[in-house]
């Protein structure tokens, strides 16, 4: 090989690697302060037959269509179908990010999961409490310290090896920087640095999302881009 092509190779995996970056799930770049406070209750919801689309286009049909699908109330989250195969999908809001996100609070964040059934049992039931504790009006640092007792008293279960949840819709909005960023899917471990799994190195495919590395949760979640939409439409090229 040239100098010429070592030279554009590096460059080329150093863009990938730059891009991938910048499209973290919940971390794309938003002004600090644009969501400084939760905005009314109900700019998070959505039309009831539209979520439960949305919800769907998470996975692939062969999937979906046999999946449980919750919906968002003011009560939390609650069934509008009863799935056959074990998975859940479900439309999750901004304040599944981290807690320091400045996005925390977006209400206009839907980001739409398929859970498989380890999934369903381990991980759905930090969005279902976290939400619950959000439509109950409390503070981050309250968020915090209830999820930390619960895991301690062990009314949270802990993770179940082979969690993965699928990222695949097209109509998500992930945040004002990524907006429904690149299908993928999300893997479970628990927690450890990114180097363990080799994310974020060039040309590497897996990210680690920052979602849970600061919370209670003690979880890492690495995300791996796969090359078609939900729909079975091609994903755009990440440069």
């Known amino acids: 090989m040239t100098h010429e092509r ?14 991938l970056g910048a499209a973290l799930l919940w ?15 109900d700019q998070y919801f959505m039309d009831r037959s539209a979520e439960i689309a949305l919800a769907k286009s998470a996975a ?3 999937i979906a269509d046999k999946a449980t699908v919750l919906v968002l109330t003011p009560h939390g989250y609650e069934t509008a179908v009863s799935g056959s195969n074990g998975f859940v999908c479900a439309v999750e809001r901004a304040w599944m990010s981290q807690y320091d996100f400045p996005g925390f609070w977006n209400p206009r964040m839907r980001g739409p999961l398929c ?5 369903a049992r381990s991980i759905l039931p930090y969005t279902i409490k976290r939400t619950e ?9 309250q968020m915090i310290a209830a999820i930390a007792d619960d895991i301690r008293e062990h009314a949270l279960p802990p993770l179940e090896a082979g969690a993965l949840t699928y990222m695949m819709s097209k109509q998500g909005y992930l945040n004002d920087g ?4 690149v299908p993928h899917l999300m893997f479970y471990f628990p927690r450890a640095t990114g180097e363990v799994w080799g994310a974020d190195l060039p040309g590497a495919p897996p990210m680690l999302n920052p979602q849970f590395q600061d919370s209670p949760e003690a979880m890492s979640v690495l995300m791996v881009p796969v090359t078609h939409w939900s729909d079975g439409t091609p994903a755009p090229a990440m440069r």
């Open 133 to 141: 504790l959000v439509l109950a009006g409390r503070t981050k640092a």
């Open 115 to 119: 859970f498989n059934p380890p999934a």
């Open 27 to 41: 971390a794309s770049a938003a002004r600090a302060g644009d969501y400084p406070a939760m905005a009314p209750l």
């Open 178 to 181: 990524a907006r429904n960023w």
């Open 60 to 62: 692939p049909p062969s």
């Open 6 to 19: 070592t030279k554009a190779r590096r460059v080329s995996a150093g863009r990938y690697a730059s891009a």
